[in-house]
């Protein structure tokens, strides 16, 4: 079955870039968008951006120039850089696959989320 | 910019059907399906409503979902303990980026 794990440092110091991995095992790689979300404590769910397996991408325009996401297909892998992190970017950030029909419907696998803290 | 705006609570007693709302505004959405996940406390969300009122399998036929216009709902009706949980009603814009509404929390009391 799909499964997807983020993997990357849970603690980043203001002013730096926070890098994020998502390794998927089981099913294919092609097909699909691959989804950052995440969700600061307490509070609700922020489309981050998400890859094509071709390597297009799409971001959140909240996130501006600081976000970036990569697909490595060999690798079974996409990531996360989000540069000039600061406190309000401390969240658990979700990897998860998003089913196509023609068209981007829902996500339909995730991973376990995890706990990125911004602080010096 | 597309948002759904949801209300931040919903509350009911076990066995009552309870409704939660989720209105779109902003520019416009994609394929006009909404989709519903419902987020359990500590874990990551799960799918619940896809399409509309689409029920993935293994969803307990408690819950449904309709769409009109610009507004749509989630119904839960025998409302159970495990039914409390966070809600959050999702779509995509005609840009193809993702937008969630802002999530309800339902408590059964």
């Known amino acids: 079955q799909v499964q997807l794990q983020e993997s990357g440092p849970g603690l980043v110091k203001p002013s730096e870039t926070l890098s994020l991995t998502c390794t998927v095992s089981?099913?294919?790689?092609?097909?699909?968008?691959w989804s950052w979300i995440r969700q600061p404590p307490g509070m609700g769910l922020h489309w981050i951006g998400h890859?094509?397996?071709?390597?297009?991408?799409n971001y959140n325009p909240s996130l501006g120039r600081r976000v970036a996401i990569s697909m490595d297909t060999s690798k079974r892998q996409f990531s996360l850089n989000l540069s000039s992190v600061t406190a309000a970017d401390t969240a658990v950030y979700f990897c998860?696959?998003?089913?196509?029909?023609?068209?981007?419907?829902?996500?339909?696998?995730w991973g376990q989320g995890t706990l990125v803290i911004v602080a010096s | 910019q597309s948002v759904l705006t949801q209300p931040p609570s919903a509350s009911g007693t076990p066995g009552q059907r309870v409704t939660i709302s989720c209105s779109a505004s902003g520019s416009n959405f994609g394929n006009n399906y909404v989709y519903w996940y419902q987020q359990l406390p500590g874990a990551a969300p799960k799918l619940v409503i896809y399409r509309n009122s689409q029920r993935p399998s293994g969803v307990p036929d408690r819950f449904s979902g309709s769409k009109s216009g610009t507004s749509a709902s989630l119904a839960i009706s025998g409302l159970r303990s495990e039914d409390e949980a966070n809600y959050y009603c999702?779509?995509?814009?005609?840009?193809?980026?993702?937008?969630f509404g802002g999530g309800t929390k339902l408590t059964v009391l």
């Open positions: 998860a696959r998003v089913s196509l029909s023609g068209y981007p419907e829902y996500y339909d696998h």
């Open positions: 999702a779509a995509w814009d005609d840009s193809l980026r993702g937008v």
């Open positions: 890859v094509y397996y071709t390597g297009s991408t």
């Open positions: 089981g099913g294919s790689i092609n097909g699909f968008y």
